[in-house]
């Protein structure tokens, strides 16, 4: 059963994970090449928490929701983001009546269109002007 507060993360085996014991237990542990690929990729994402950390503390809620619909579109194939108001507004931290208001802020921009959980993003490379 999943948690109250949860039930918006992710869809009960809907992520994937491995174990780490096997990686390092296995001869290409010994790989250099690997080895410098993993910690780049720890590297990048620690620094995309961070900044990620201080746009949510720095930024306006249109700022925040642009940057992360293009966050969640880089995950994605196509243009289309399946999301909710509400679930936009838990991750964000706000509430959904405002989320709402900055959703159709973005669209009378042109940025985005909103459809029911969906989100259309029009113009790619605007709302990086925007975050």
Do not use: Y
Not at 53 to 82: C, F, Q, T, Y
Not at 94 to 120: N, S, Y
């Amino acid at each position: 059963m999943v948690a109250p507060r949860m039930r918006h993360t992710c869809k009960p085996k809907a992520a994937r994970s491995a174990s780490v014991r096997p990686i390092c237990a296995g001869p290409w542990i010994q790989s250099v090449r690997l080895h410098r690929s993993l910690l780049r990729c720890v590297h990048d994402f620690l620094i995309q928490t961070a900044q990620t950390a201080v746009a949510n503390g720095r930024s306006k809620l249109e700022e925040r929701l642009a940057r992360w619909l293009l966050m969640a579109n880089d995950r994605i194939d196509g243009p289309e983001v399946p999301l909710t108001h509400k679930f936009l507004a838990v991750m964000l931290g706000a509430h959904r009546p405002f989320v709402t208001l900055t959703v159709q802020a973005l669209e009378r921009k042109g940025l985005i269109r909103a459809g029911r959980q969906v989100i259309t993003i029009i113009d790619r490379k605007r709302p990086d002007k925007t975050v």
